[in-house]
Nanobody
Framework: QVQLVESGGGLAQPGGSLRLSCAAS????????MSWARQAPVKGLEWVSG????????YYADSVKGRFTISRDNAKNTLYLQMNNLKPEDTALYYCIARRGVVATSALGDYAYWGQGTQVTVSS
């Protein structure tokens, strides 16, 4: 049974940092490209960042470029998102998502597996 379990969300002040983790099980993690997506209140789903199955390439939405860093540890079956210089507009439910294959795309419909999400709130 495929499981993606996010953790690390919470309340942060503007300018602060959080590190999200996603523990994967039930599939061969190293065969899957991974991404983070988010859904803010009263907004649609937004792709945030992606990483190739071997970790060789990473991509970011313009809204988070320079502030967020995606990484993965295939030995631990874990995906990470380091979020620095957080802004109130980063407030959202963050999802870890998986796509079979090497390439991480920005098309959310390409991802077959989704976690339950972890809430990030940025507020003073």
């Amino acid at each position: 049974q495929v499981q993606l379990v996010e953790s690390g969300g919470g309340l942060a002040q503007p300018g602060g940092s959080l590190r999200l983790s996603c523990a994967a099980s039930g599939f061969t993690f190293s065969n899957y490209a991974m991404s983070w997506a988010r859904q803010a209140p009263v907004k649609g789903l937004e792709w945030v960042s992606g990483i190739y199955s071997d970790g060789s390439e990473t991509y970011y939405a313009d809204s988070v470029k320079g502030r967020f860093t995606i990484s993965r540890d295939n030995a631990k079956n874990t995906l990470y998102l380091q979020m620095n210089n957080l802004k109130p507009e980063d407030t959202a439910l963050y999802y870890c998502i998986a796509r079979r294959g090497v390439v991480a795309t920005s098309a959310l419909g390409d991802y077959a597996y989704w976690g339950q999400g972890t809430q990030v709130t940025v507020s003073s």
